[in-house]
């Protein structure tokens, strides 16, 4: 044993002079190594790293224009959007080792949060200049705080979701912006089979408490997290609405929304508003139009949140910036031009395409969403993603698909 | 005889030297390749299915776990009409390999024994596995514009007079998986059904002839029972895909046709792992009480393993 722990001194000294003369070989690195001083300061002659993990799409096309900004370079691993999925690698692979910042779509923060894997976020860090500015519905939504209030993450995209519709099959005029009825997509006859829902619960189920609600008059504790026996009410209109025929298919894929309006399958589908961008893109201009709803939204959202062991990190100011970025108006504008994000701070978005000289139809573009998002997140909205009432929704759900 | 004579002498042994040397008579006896692979099997599929059955007694609780014994689980899987998807996963697979047992066979046997020349037989096997080289999903988003009320196939039906005019398709229907799978599943079934029957001594089906059987006994009674392994293997096959399919019934069903993958695939986005755990221990019983029957029914037609002396060849 003790032969075993001379060669491994041996060992470690040896990769340490390795390291040395290496280092000296760099010629750069070798002064500050030689003085002894902290690693940390290796770091400030190039730009301090941050490692991002989480929704592909919430990545700027290019990061360089962030390095150029701000100091700071992203090295982001992309995945998939799937909360189950989100949990299990946080939980499970200990992302938080190699992690510095996670960009979920809201909900991991509910369980992750009070269980001590993300760390709060300071809301009085100094890097984080545009905090106060950032209005209450984003930095205090349910995105990113948990059902205590407690502050996990730093809004980075969202949206309130409704549903899209041809106008002319419904005999509406397309430049109307009235608010439309979600009957539309439950219970209107000029609409019984001409309609697709989304096969997703946690996405429709919300969507449908929210109309049933308002056409009983008899409103649920939390559209979002339903009660077992709630959940079972919204079901049962549910199975009543497929067995009369109301629903001509069920959808799961952002491709296959674009595909049924760009077909013309359907004429009103509750889906993610690009989708309608992308069929106006094909079939013509205002061909389909995103609704205004009477009800409400389902709003969601994507969250930067931090892992716990960022908080001993010597790059946590460099993650604060990253934050503080995310409310920026350079990555809004950036995210709204590029993939049709919205966000926080729309209005940053506009000062700062004004600045750089955007065109005027992109900086329009930028004012319509502006619009568009203070429209919509002045009506009810239902938000969440890991329900607490998660098993009994996923399982009535069932119940609806195989009625 | 030889092989009786050591049997016989171990028979009459005096009793008093079995009793001193029992282990040894023991363990010379065993066929140690066979129980090795009996262990590693039950190692490898009993001990993790036993741990399945046990975790179907708990229950998810705000995606996590609650390891409390109780029925809720099953009580749940009844609830919300997961059996249901389970009896209708099997109907269809089994409608589907039955199908494709039927066109596959009937196919391989012209392909294989038929007149088709060589060049005919290697331009059809390459055409077989031309599907492989194409994603599934892109396959069957084709049958989407095709099946779809505003698709050529509805004009063509209506022509006929088969269809009402002004009809909605077959699209987002059973109907629709069905076709979408059969299509898909054709070449599983296909490929060694074909080398099962390619592999039948046509030696034997002249001596068939010549003995004065017609084509249909010959068939019945020489190629059937000597294709048996690439029949049971394509059954196997076909069954498999078809219990798992998952891009046919989300694509062409329209989200009306549940299957067990969709409901698994569900289950899992609450991370409910006693949900699955209850629907594979379900699924494994059923298969297990369909594969005795097979047997038992297998047994009164005959002797299923002289069947795989054609593999010998």
Request: contains cysteine; hydrophobic residues 45%; charged residues 20%.
């Amino acid at each position: 044993m003790k032969e075993k722990s001379v060669s491994q001194l041996q060992l470690q000294r040896s990769r340490r002079d390795f390291l040395r003369s290496a280092a000296l070989g760099a010629g750069a690195l070798a002064l500050p190594l030689a003085l002894d001083l902290p690693a940390s300061r290796l770091w400030a002659a190039g730009p301090a790293t941050v490692r991002g993990y989480g929704v592909t799409t919430s990545q700027l096309k290019d990061w360089s224009v962030m390095t150029q900004s701000i100091g700071v370079q992203m090295e982001f691993t992309g995945t998939g959007n799937d909360v189950g999925v989100f949990l299990r690698d946080v939980v499970a692979s200990g992302l938080g080792d190699q992690t510095d910042i996670f960009v979920f779509e809201a909900g991991t923060q509910d369980i992750l949060g009070p269980r001590g894997i993300y760390l709060p976020i300071d809301t009085q860090h100094p890097a984080l200049t545009l905090w106060e500015r950032t209005p209450d519905e984003w930095k205090h939504s349910r995105v990113v705080q948990d059902a205590e209030g407690n502050q996990w993450g730093v809004p980075v995209i969202g949206n309130a979701d409704s549903f899209g519709y041809f106008p002319e099959k419904l005999g509406l005029d397309p430049n109307s912006e009235e608010e439309l009825s979600w009957s539309l997509v439950f219970d209107d006859p000029r609409t019984r089979g001409r309609v697709s829902f989304d096969r997703t619960w946690g996405y429709s189920l919300p969507m449908a408490a929210l109309y049933l609600q308002s056409k009983t008059g008899k409103p649920f504790s939390n559209c979002a997290d339903l009660q077992p026996e709630e959940t079972r009410q919204v079901v049962d209109f549910l199975i009543e609405r497929k067995r009369a025929g109301q629903f001509r298919t069920l959808h799961s894929s952002f491709e296959e929304q674009i595909q049924l309006l760009s077909n013309r399958e359907v004429d009103v589908i509750n889906c993610w508003e690009p989708a309608v961008r992308e069929v106006n893109l094909k079939l013509g201009k205002d061909a389909t139009r995103y609704a205004y709803t009477q009800e409400g939204y389902y709003k969601w959202g994507h969250g930067a949140y931090l892992p716990v062991q960022a908080g001993d990190r010597d790059n946590l100011d460099a993650i604060y910036k990253v934050l503080n970025y995310y409310l920026g108006g350079e990555y809004r504008a950036l995210q709204a031009r590029d993939r049709g994000y919205a966000g926080p701070n729309m209005d940053l978005a506009v000062a700062y395409a004004r600045e750089n000289g955007w065109s005027a139809e992109d900086i329009a573009t930028l004012e319509e969403t502006e619009r568009k998002i203070a429209r919509k997140f002045s009506k009810p909205l239902v938000s969440t993603t890991t329900p607490s009432n998660a098993d009994s929704m996923e399982e009535q759900w069932q119940r609806f698909l195989n009625a | 005889m030889s092989t009786s004579i050591p049997d016989t002498q171990a028979q009459v042994a005096p009793p008093s030297l079995a009793a001193k040397t029992p282990w040894r008579t023991l363990l010379g006896r065993i066929d140690w390749p066979l129980a090795l692979f009996l262990v590693a099997w039950f190692i490898a599929v009993v001990v993790p299915l036993l741990g399945v059955v046990v975790y179907s007694f708990f229950e998810t609780k705000s995606f996590f776990t609650v390891y409390t014994p109780s029925l809720n689980t099953w009580a749940s899987i009844f609830d919300s009409g997961r059996f249901e998807v389970i009896l209708r996963t099997l109907r269809i697979a089994f409608t589907v390999t039955a199908v494709e047992l039927v066109l596959a066979f009937a196919f391989s046997l012209w392909l294989a024994k038929g007149r088709a020349s060589r060049t005919v037989k290697a331009m059809t096997l390459a055409l077989m596995t031309v599907p492989f080289f194409l994603d599934l999903s892109s396959r069957t988003i084709i049958w989407r514009a095709i099946l779809g009320e505003n698709g050529p196939l509805i004009p063509l039906l209506t022509g006929i007079g088969l269809v009402e005019p002004g009809s909605a398709g077959i699209l987002y229907s059973e109907w629709a998986v069905h076709f979408g799978m059969i299509i898909a599943l054709f070449p599983t079934m296909m490929l060694p059904v074909y080398i099962a029957i390619s592999l039948v001594d046509d030696t034997l089906i002249d001596a068939s002839n010549d003995l004065g059987a017609s084509p249909w006994q010959t068939l019945t009674r020489v190629v059937i029972p000597l294709s048996l392994p690439g029949v049971i293997a394509g059954i196997l096959f076909t069954l498999g895909s078809a219990m798992a399919a998952w891009v046919e019934p989300s694509m062409l069903g329209g989200g009306f046709v549940n299957l067990l993958s969709n409901s698994i695939e569900s289950a899992y986005s609450a991370l409910r792992y006693p949900v699955l755990a209850a629907l594979t221990t379900l699924i494994v019983m059923i298969l297990g009480v369909l594969v005795l029957a097979f047997v038992l029914i297998g047994r009164r037609f005959g002797d299923l393993s002289s069947s795989f002396r054609v593999l010998r060849s």
